[in-house]
């Protein structure tokens, strides 16, 4: 990964490079945001950076992940009382090549461990360690880069905590997270913290024009959509019919949403609804959740006559998008983008899909007769 190749944050690039320049490379960086907003390409190609002005062949290692002195720590599950990184390399290395921008529910999927636990170990901890003890194999600058390391569980943080206090000489550490919640303080203190935001909305058109084949009505709307995510914004450029799927299951929830309230028997709509949609992997089920989410803003939008910013309206299947919006108000728009979001909340927790959804289009029922 090259600086050429990161979607805008021309501002935090320059910073980065600068800092290389101007010999202040933090021995310990923290990059924190979404990993569609850029986390790991940045902390890649600034890794690569280093490496390259102390030995010129190192960028093309870099950019295929098979440099000596650059380690990766990442999530993995336990498999035969075993949960180190190294184990599934290759499957991470497969997977950034292809997309540099994935994230953490992508790499679960990718490893089709849906009902298994990934995290950072306290043993992987003590691997690098071992690692980091020897001596460089190019003579120059060892670099660990940790993705997702949120992820660390309480005995890996407080090991690497040590690692990070006293860390080898010529010893560069770069950890990517989605926010700090989960960073144990003493290592959020003992790290210079990198905020990357969400890609400018015309950085991440221009990316899109460039690298994919859509029309210009297409990219706007899925840069609207996208909201500043790199990653989002590819899965929706190519999900192709998915949208379609999620339009149909959007328009009957909502119609059986109504029904419900004269008619007790459409709630057996919504339980089979939700059944249908609890069958589906966890990512899938997250991306209808950010899908109705976004519908449900619009709708808001079209109803406090701002017509100019609602790019997306629902027309199939006879749908009256003009009707279904005018009770979208600010008396219930919360309290719906609120459940959706615990919904995504429990799902990331591994709760019970079966559940999640029932409750979730349940209580729609409710709050779409709320008045204004």
Known sequence: MNWENIAGQDNLKKLLKDSIAEN???????????????????????????????????ASKVEHLNHLDLHFSFPVYTDNKNSLSKNKFEEFREMV?????????????????????????????????????????????????????????????????????????????????????????TILSRTQVVEVPRINDNDLENYLKNNFSASDEKVKEVVHEAQGNLNDAIKLLESGNKNEEFEKLFIQWVRDAFQVKKKPEFLKNIIFWA????????????????????????????????QDLVYKKIDANGF????????????NIESILEEISTADLHLTRNGNPKIIWTDLGIKLSRYIHKSA
Request: hydrophobic letters at 40%; one cysteine or more; proline letters at 3%.
């Open 24 to 58: 202040r490379v933090s021995h310990a960086q923290l990059f924190i945001g979404k990993e569609g907003y850029g986390t790991f390409p940045l902390a890649l190609a600034y890794a690569r950076e280093i490496l390259y002005r102390e030995n010129e062949h190192a």
């Open 97 to 185: 090549m292809a997309s540099p921008y994935a994230s953490y529910d992508d790499w679960a999927a990718f490893l089709d461990s849906e009902n298994k636990q990934l995290f950072i170990s306290a043993d992987e901890v003590d691997d690098q360690n071992q690692k980091f003890a020897l001596k460089s194999f190019e003579g120059g600058t060892k670099i660990l880069i940790v993705w997702r390391a949120d992820k660390m569980n309480i005995a890996a943080s407080n090991k690497f905590l040590k690692f990070l206090e006293e860390p080898p000489a010529k010893t560069i550490i770069l950890l990517t997270a989605e926010n700090i919640n989960d960073i144990l303080p």
């Open 320 to 331: 009256n998008w003009t009707g279904f919006s005018k009770f979208i108000s600010g008396a």
């Open 275 to 306: 059944r249908e949609i609890a069958g589906w992997n966890r990512e899938k089920q997250k991306n209808f959740l950010n899908y109705c989410s976004e519908i449900f803003r619009l709708a808001l939008l079209q109803n406090y006559q701002s």
